[in-house]
Each structure stands twice: as structure tokens, then as C-alpha cells.
């Protein structure tokens, strides 16, 4: 279903700590909550959806871990300082970040999902360019590693939409900045 009024959700998971990942990108405490027959609502999300946004090192991350980009049926925008063009689907985008919200906001089309990573997330976050937050919260304390959130964001209020709990012990809410 297309929109004028599409959002930018930010929908990534964390330890209760905040870490989205552990020390050397370890993402091995995502596992667990792993449970067969269980996705969290992201299938959902997912269909909800239908562009891409994230950063160069986690695009390159998950194709160095010898998967799969799983959204290649999206219109995904890799944000690189060094590389540009179109291959298939996938638009590395090297300007102004701002640009590019502004410009795919004004197309019609379903939501827009940023899936990371961290430094895009402090990005947008900085400059006030995500609508939605859904956090899913890992039942561990990591201590050390990549934090969700950095220094140097505006302080910004938000209203619960929903919040949910799952017999693995993960938290889930869902934000929207107000």
C-alpha cells in the first residue's frame, strides 16, 4: 500500500546496555532469542516497507558474513563516502543524507527502513530524520561494544505506539518521534 506520508523507521534490535553489537561486531547475543516460528513482528514490518536505507560498513558486512542481501526486492540505498551509481536495485549514494530522506519522502511508496549501522543511525538521529523507532531488546548486558546511541543527537521526546513482550524475554517497543 503506497503513501504520501512515508516514514523512516528505524527498527534494529540492542542488549539491554544498548550495544547493537558486541566488541569486533560480534552478533552473537542476537541468538538468544532465537525461537523457531518466531520473527518478532519483522515479516510484518517488512512488508510495511519498500526502500533501504544503510551505511557502506554494514552493507559490506553482511556480504563479507557470505549472506545474502535479504531486501533485494527493495529499493536499497547503500550510503558510501567513496562510491556511487546504480547496481540493480542497489544505489550507493554519497551525498547529503538530509537530500536523500527529502527526496524519497516526496515520492509516494510504502515506509523506509534504515537498517543500520551505527554511524547512519547517529546521522539521522542527529539530524532529525528518523519518524519511527521499534527497538527490540536482548535480555543481556554486553558491557562493551557498538552503542546504539552516541553523544551529539538534540534531545527529542517520543510517544509509545506500542510496547511487547515475548516469552524469550525480549522487549520490544515501538516510538514515534514527536
Given at each position: 500500500?503506497?503513501?504520501?506520508n512515508?516514514?523512516?523507521?528505524?527498527?534494529?534490535s540492542?542488549?539491554?546496555?544498548?550495544y547493537?553489537?558486541?566488541?569486533?561486531?560480534d552478533?552473537?547475543?542476537?541468538?538468544k532469542?532465537?525461537?523457531?516460528?518466531?520473527?518478532?513482528?519483522?515479516s510484518d514490518?517488512?512488508?510495511?516497507?519498500d526502500?533501504?536505507?544503510?551505511?557502506?560498513?554494514?552493507?559490506?558486512?553482511?556480504?563479507?558474513?557470505?549472506?545474502?542481501?535479504?531486501?533485494l526486492?527493495?529499493?536499497?540505498?547503500?550510503?558510501s563516502?567513496?562510491?556511487?551509481?546504480?547496481?540493480?536495485?542497489?544505489?550507493?549514494?554519497?551525498?547529503?543524507?538530509?537530500?536523500?530522506?527529502?527526496?524519497?519522502?516526496?515520492?509516494r511508496?510504502?515506509?523506509?527502513?534504515?537498517d543500520g549501522?551505527?554511524?547512519?543511525?547517529?546521522l539521522?538521529?542527529?539530524?532529525?530524520?528518523?519518524?519511527e523507532?521499534i527497538l527490540s531488546?536482548?535480555p543481556?548486558?554486553?558491557?562493551?561494544?557498538?552503542?546504539l546511541f552516541?553523544?551529539?543527537?538534540?534531545?527529542?521526546?517520543?510517544?509509545?505506539?506500542?510496547?511487547?513482550s515475548?516469552?524469550?524475554?525480549?522487549t520490544?517497543?515501538?516510538?514515534?518521534?514527536?
Amino acid at each position: 500500500m503506497a503513501s504520501d506520508n512515508r516514514k523512516v523507521i528505524l527498527y534494529i534490535s540492542c542488549s539491554l546496555d544498548g550495544y547493537i553489537s558486541a566488541e569486533n561486531d560480534d552478533l552473537s547475543f542476537l541468538s538468544k532469542v532465537q525461537k523457531e516460528g518466531e520473527d518478532y513482528g519483522y515479516s510484518d514490518f517488512v512488508e510495511s516497507i519498500d526502500a533501504v536505507i544503510m551505511g557502506r560498513k554494514t552493507f559490506d558486512w553482511v556480504i563479507n558474513q557470505g549472506y545474502e542481501y535479504p531486501h533485494l526486492d527493495k529499493e536499497l540505498y547503500v550510503v558510501s563516502r567513496s562510491k556511487n551509481g546504480k547496481e540493480g536495485n542497489i544505489n550507493y549514494y554519497s551525498g547529503e543524507l538530509t537530500d536523500l530522506i527529502n527526496t524519497l519522502k516526496s515520492k509516494r511508496g510504502k515506509n523506509i527502513y534504515c537498517d543500520g549501522g551505527s554511524e547512519i543511525v547517529q546521522l539521522l538521529l542527529r539530524n532529525n530524520l528518523i519518524d519511527e523507532l521499534i527497538l527490540s531488546i536482548i535480555p543481556v548486558m554486553l558491557g562493551a561494544g557498538t552503542p546504539l546511541f552516541k553523544e551529539g543527537r538534540p534531545e527529542r521526546d517520543l510517544s509509545l505506539i506500542s510496547s511487547k513482550s515475548f516469552d524469550t524475554g525480549l522487549t520490544q517497543l515501538h516510538y514515534q518521534f514527536t
